[in-house]
């Protein structure tokens, strides 16, 4: 399976002048003069062949995979009895009965978009093909073709290469990205939106329980729903730490020397495992040289936050540092909003060099430089080994479903 529970929040900020009133509308209470009124989406989007705007009413829409062609923008939001563009409710400022939903009830894509699709929460979609990297399994909520897809909310959506069973729906797995852990196995379930400035908001009903003590925020779900495994983080060390200095070469670490191999790398535990039986051997025999005695992987083996989590983390590989990177501004939301770990003005992930467990060779690591905006690029870490980098703490857990 490629992505599995994919949880994305996407908003782009374009702006386009819309006609003040449309060619066709779905499911209004009142009609509009000259306005044809339909019961569903497929409906309205039958049969156009110039340029036309189709308003769709709040509700639920379970249809089969919606075309939007190129000349047709479809824009959701508008209570039933809307009569101006002004009237309709971008999903991040809405509640739940204030949304245009598509689903596609873990069946099907739930749109293809030629054209414009606007102001709509996208969820259950599913699609797959057992040819890995086809463009027939990509997109299970949405395929952008040359469209437009803004101001919505995308999340719960699989792209798979096998077909949807109940055994492989996200519904199977135990945490989803963006679940709050607790020490106890607890998994709490944020919401999060997206406010009128495109930035994620998360809130939690009621707050953290009382007696419930957080670990860390999930990250990353296993796409093999058999195996239950879902990545935890840690909060965000404030301090930067060599990752080791002289430059070894760590036995029982492959070395990748390409990208494409380290972003496969799942493996943090079992490289921390082994910096941590190598590198004490290493100064023993070598009569303790430059070094720095809370070097990365020993930072992060210790880590002890909350208090008795201690032995449970692990320096990130370079595979689990990408799919931090990817939710980033999902986990960022959760530690302001819901944990208070950060503030708006003093965020957890700032610019900076975030170092990973996975090896290129003897002197470099791979690693996440975030300089530029938002988190920067993918790339090696610039010279050797002993550069100083943030560290993420990391642990995996694997529970059954309840």
């Known amino acids: ?40 989406i ?10 036309t705007t189709i308003w769709v009413a709040v509700g639920n ?16 939001g508008f209570p039933a009895d809307a009569t101006s563009i002004n009237h309709r409710i971008y999903p991040g400022n809405s509640d739940i009965n204030q949304q245009s ?4 009830s873990y069946e099907h894509r739930v749109a293809t978009v030629y054209g414009t699709l606007d102001g709509f929460v996208i969820t259950k979609g599913y699609v797959f093909d057992s ?12 395929l952008i073709d040359g469209g437009t897809v803004m101001n919505c909310v995308i999340h719960n959506n699989v792209a798979s290469e096998i077909a949807p069973s109940p055994s492989v729906i996200p519904g199977a797995f135990v945490a989803s990205i963006g679940d709050v852990y607790c020490t106890d196995g607890t998994i709490l379930k944020p919401e999060y939106t997206l406010n009128n400035q495109g930035q994620i908001i998360a809130s939690l009903d009621g707050g953290i329980p009382s007696g419930k003590i957080v670990q860390g925020i999930v990250f990353y779900v296993d796409p093999s729903p058999t195996n239950n495994k879902f990545y935890v983080m840690a909060k965000v060390s404030n301090s930067n730490k060599l990752w080791f200095n002289p430059s070894i070469d760590i036995l029982n670490i492959p070395n990748l020397s390409t990208e494409a191999e380290a972003l496969l790398d799942f493996e943090g535990r079992a490289n921390t495992d082994s910096i941590m039986a ?11 040289p430059w070094h720095n005695s809370d070097y990365a992987a020993k930072y992060a083996y210790n880590y002890n ?70 988190w920067g690029g993918w790339g090696l870490a610039e010279g050797s080994k002993s550069q100083s980098g943030i560290i993420v703490p990391v642990t995996v857990k694997s529970l059954s479903q309840n």
């Open 1 to 40: 399976m490629k992505f599995s529970y994919i949880y994305i929040l996407l908003c782009f900020s374009v702006v386009l002048l819309y006609s003040q009133t449309p060619n066709r509308t779905v499911n209004f209470s009142s009609s509009m003069t000259g306005v044809d009124n339909f019961n569903s």
């Open 42 to 51: 497929s409906e309205a989007l039958s049969g156009i062949s110039s340029q």
């Open 278 to 288: 190598y590198v004490p051997r290493w100064l023993a025999q070598n009569g303790n």
């Open 305 to 374: 936050t909350p208090a008795g989590t201690q032995g449970e983390w692990h320096l990130p590989s370079s595979g689990e540092l990408y799919k931090m990177w990817e939710v980033f501004p999902q986990m960022e939301a959760c530690a302001r909003d819901v944990l208070g770990w950060t503030t708006q003005s003093s965020p957890m992930f700032s610019k900076g060099f975030y170092v990973s467990s996975t090896e290129r060779d003897a002197s470099q690591i791979w690693a996440l430089d975030t300089y530029s905006y938002p």
């Open 101 to 104: 939903v598509l689903s596609g």
């Open 61 to 76: 829409y379970e249809e089969d995979e919606l075309i939007i062609p190129s000349n047709a923008t479809v824009i959701g």
């Open 131 to 142: 040819i890995a990297n086809s463009i027939a399994g990509a997109g299970g909520g949405v």
